[in-house]
């Protein structure tokens, strides 16, 4: 009985394992972002802000079961319809010092599929690299690519930024960013 029992089990372990090498073997070996919206979010006790950019370019690479990805967006492509406020918005976080926001991640092969996904990121903004950890993420079919959308629960100490003021009133320190891309495999 203990036989037929361990036989069982271990017939079970290699479908599981033999599964994981076949979805890791399906996934893309490269892939780019073809479309993005990442939208952040400031507020006051009197204003609500939205600043849209459209700009973030981006690869993923995987490998041996585990993909590594990269996007980035330059800081002066977020707009919020005033640009004395995207301009001093650009001065608050040294834009000109550091002109980009760069993103990392790193995830297991099997993972890239339809769903919930949580991930580590980590953001390089203002000078400072801040790791967020197992951001929640939507994952949806988009043609032969995969768009996922999530809210990175940023704030300014996060990157370590003054809190800007309006009228001698300092904006709120969380400045959530909304996240809407689309990964395609490379050369689709």
């Known amino acids: 009985m203990r036989t037929k029992s361990l036989k069982i089990h271990t017939g079970l372990l290699v479908c599981l394992a033999m599964s994981a090498t076949i979805a890791a073997a399906s996934t893309p070996a490269a892939w780019v972002l073809t479309a993005s919206t990442l939208t952040y979010h400031v ?108 809210t990175i629960p940023a704030t300014l100490k996060d990157f370590q930024i003054q809190s800007p003021e309006f009228l001698w009133i300092k904006i709120h320190n969380a400045i959530p960013v909304e996240v809407d891309m689309t990964w395609q495999p490379a050369g689709h």
């Open 43 to 150: 507020s006051d006790p009197f204003h609500q802000v939205y600043g849209v950019s459209h700009a973030a370019r981006g690869k993923g690479v995987c490998q041996k079961g585990a993909c590594q990805f990269l996007a980035a967006a330059p800081v002066n492509s977020f707009h919020s319809g005033d640009s004395n406020r995207d301009l001093h918005m650009l001065q608050a976080v040294r834009g000109g010092q550091y002109p980009m926001v760069v993103v990392r991640t790193s995830l297991p092969a099997t993972e890239l599929h339809p769903g919930k996904l949580r991930v580590n990121l980590q953001i390089q903004f203002a000078g400072h690299t801040h790791i967020f950890h197992r951001v929640p993420f939507t994952v949806t079919r988009q043609g032969t690519g995969l768009r996922l959308r999530g």
